[in-house]
């Protein structure tokens, strides 16, 4: 079946550092590919998405391209902020007619001032 | 717009007691679903519904219960709870047949003793 697998946590950063979470799946086809980010108390929201391969994602400074041929999509930041301390799940949608999303299990990231 | 609203966040129950995890949401969407989040297994999906009337199985469905009477309401039965389903559990939904951008509610923290 699909699965989603992501580097163990957490990940403690200074501020402005440099971020790669990696990310890497498993699926029949070709799934749309994700990544969600929970902040502490609250639910998931999505980040940014890629639906092709070499396509590239990108929100809030954030930037993830799909591999088809090493099966990842890592998620990078330049310059990370204090603000930017949550969990962050890499999740995937196959193309076979089931909408449900698989997620990986999640990567804590700290920044610290 | 309030979201997806969960009721309630926090709840303690014995083993065998049964209760009902509150889901709605405002934005008209005709898919919703439930997931728990467990440490180190990210989130999987309990049950969902593509439409009022319609549900079905995720991937971990033994001892719930779900309906869905109305486009708004997805409510998530524990029949006779066990230890086993201390978790927190998130409700989802998202627009149209692509699933591709999920809105979370914020949670509710289950304990079970």
């Known amino acids: ?113 | 717009n309030a979201g997806v609203t969960q009721t309630p966040k926090f709840q303690v129950l014995k083993t065998g007691q049964s209760m009902t995890l509150q889901c709605a949401q405002d934005m008209n969407h005709e898919y919703m679903s439930w997931y728990r989040q467990d440490p180190g297994m990210g989130l999987r999906l309990i049950h969902y519904s593509v439409g009022a009337g319609i549900t079905d199985q995720g991937e971990v469905p033994n001892g719930y219960n779900v309906s869905r009477s109305t486009t708004e309401d997805f409510p998530l039965r524990l029949l006779s709870a066990a230890p086993s389903q201390t978790s927190v559990y998130f409700c989802a939904s998202s627009q149209g047949s692509t699933n591709e951008k999920l809105f979370f509610g914020s949670g509710t923290q289950l304990s079970v003793l």
Not at chain 1, 18 to 43: K, M
């Open chain 1, 1 to 113: 079946g699909d699965s989603v697998t992501q580097m163990e946590g957490p990940v403690t950063l200074s501020e402005e550092a440099f971020l790669t979470i990696n990310c890497t799946y498993t699926a029949t086809g070709y799934p749309s590919l994700f990544w969600y980010v929970q902040y502490p108390g609250e639910g998931l929201q999505l980040l940014l998405k890629a639906t092709k391969a070499d396509d590239k994602g990108s929100n809030k400074g954030f930037e993830a391209t799909y591999r088809k041929e090493t099966t990842s999509f890592h998620l990078e930041k330049g310059s990370v902020q204090v603000s930017d301390s949550a969990v962050y799940f890499c999740a995937l949608r196959d193309r076979r007619g089931r909408r449900a999303l698989t997620f990986g299990s999640g990567t804590r990231l700290q920044v610290q001032p």
